[in-house]
């Protein structure tokens, strides 16, 4: 699996934007770029996905560089709840795909 | 649908017993995959089911791991003759057939082994 590298940890203000790097210099043409996150003492979450064009859910937003080598998620207003392990996945397009997690970057976010 | 179940949430057992975990994947999903996460890394993938068929085995599921989906629904999961280092939480996921299709996880089952 194609690796994603992401900073250890990252700190915000409550209610300012969180913008979460991820670089994957090595993503082939088929892998979709996903993000999930775990709050503590839960399983993890899925946030969005995306394979070329920029992303907006209800959670986030993805923006996916134009040779595709990074990423960014964007939390527009970062709440307490947003204080979460963040992961960046590659994940390639077939019927078998699994989830390869790294250790992903511990968002805190300050009252 | 309450989502993804997993049961027991915790589980505290002496070195050398067997230990089983099950999950109830949300009904319509006909993927199901169980993960190990240990205190400060991201969950390892353990293996993976197609309805009944368990299609992909990690390494790390040593032998005394064994994973059943008899039905293509519920899964359990059982550990033989249990180690220190099988202390962790052992979280379960399913899916919809969608190739880019995003899992659910459940909480997961804690397991301390002593």
């Known amino acids: 699996d194609a690796k994603t590298t992401q900073p250890n940890s990252m700190e915000s203000n409550e209610e300012e934007p969180v913008h979460l790097p991820c670089n994957h210099s090595?993503?082939?043409?088929?892998?979709?770029i996903h993000w999930y996150r775990q709050l503590p003492s839960q399983g993890p979450e899925y946030v969005i996905h995306?394979?070329?064009s920029n992303v907006n859910n209800r959670m986030a937003s993805l923006a996916i560089a134009e040779d595709r080598k990074s990423s960014t998620l964007i939390l527009h207003r970062a709440t307490l709840r947003d204080a979460a392990v963040y992961y960046c996945?590659?994940?390639?397009?077939?019927?078998?795909?699994?989830?390869?997690f790294g250790k992903g970057i511990t968002l805190s976010v300050r009252p | 649908d309450t989502g993804v179940s997993q049961n027991p949430r915790h589980k505290i057992t002496k070195r050398g017993q067997n230990v089983t975990f099950r999950c109830d994947p949300i009904?319509?999903?006909?993927?199901l995959y169980w993960y190990r996460q240990t205190l400060g890394q991201g969950p390892e993938f353990l293996t993976y089911f197609q309805n009944e068929a368990q299609l992909e085995k990690s390494r790390l599921l040593s032998d005394r791991f064994s994973a059943e989906r008899p039905k293509g629904s519920f899964s359990t999961l059982e550990i033989q003759r249990t180690e220190q280092g099988d202390s962790a939480m052992y979280l379960c996921a399913s899916s919809s057939d969608s190739a880019t299709g995003e899992l659910f996880f459940g909480e997961g089952s804690r397991l301390t082994v002593l």
């Open positions: 996945i590659l994940r390639s397009f077939g019927a078998n795909s699994k989830l390869t």
């Open positions: 995306g394979l070329t």
């Open positions: 090595t993503i082939s043409g088929t892998d979709y």
């Open positions: 009904s319509e999903h006909n993927r």
